[in-house]
């Protein structure tokens, strides 16, 4: 049982370049988040996706966009990289339900856009 | 929107002594009140959260109150250890649903001195 699974662990981009990181989760979760983290800033959610099918945007969507492919993954893409988007981006999946709320967080994917 | 702040953001302490991290809030919907804790090179993981309708919550070394009219609600970790040494974020959601994202402290990045 391997939780919440993201790919690739490191990236470095240059700007302008576009890529896709991977979440996918084995728990049979309802919602996936996508937040990224950088120091002093803590933890910003980006997107997320209460069910399959239904995505909406967090506190810092600009230059994303995101595709819950199916209930398992929740991917998250940048179109045109930008230095700013520089950061360490964790997926998380809850149950989602009131008794269920806890999240359950990938190791994480560190990106650097020079 | 719900605001979270979180203090301190550095904490040192000696092994054995206490340690205690504090998060105030804004929204006074908010319900339900997570900790999580990240190691280094990890994502975070729930230690403990809190629900409005109770004022305190003990697990082991570790303990949450809540004080609603004050809007605020304190980590208490007892006794430390090395292994206490991480990252901590607080954080708030207002029911919507059990979907409505968490959000989340700046965070604490307590260090443990043996």
Redesign the interface.
Known sequence: NAGVTQTPKFQVLKTGQSMTLQCAQDMNHNSMYWYRQDPGMGLRLIYYSASEGTTDKGEVPNGYNVSRLNKREFSLRLESAAPSQTSVYFCAAARGTALNEKLFFGSGTQLSVL | GENVE?HP?TLSVQEGDSAVIKCTYSDSASN?F?W?KQEL??????II?IRSNVGEKKDQRIAVTLNKTAKHFSLHITETQPEDSAVY?CAA?ARV???T???????TRLSVIA
């Open positions: 979180q953001s339900y997570p999580y090179g990890k994502g975070p993981q729930l959260d974020f959601r649903s059990g979907n994202p968490l959000v989340f402290g700046k965070g």
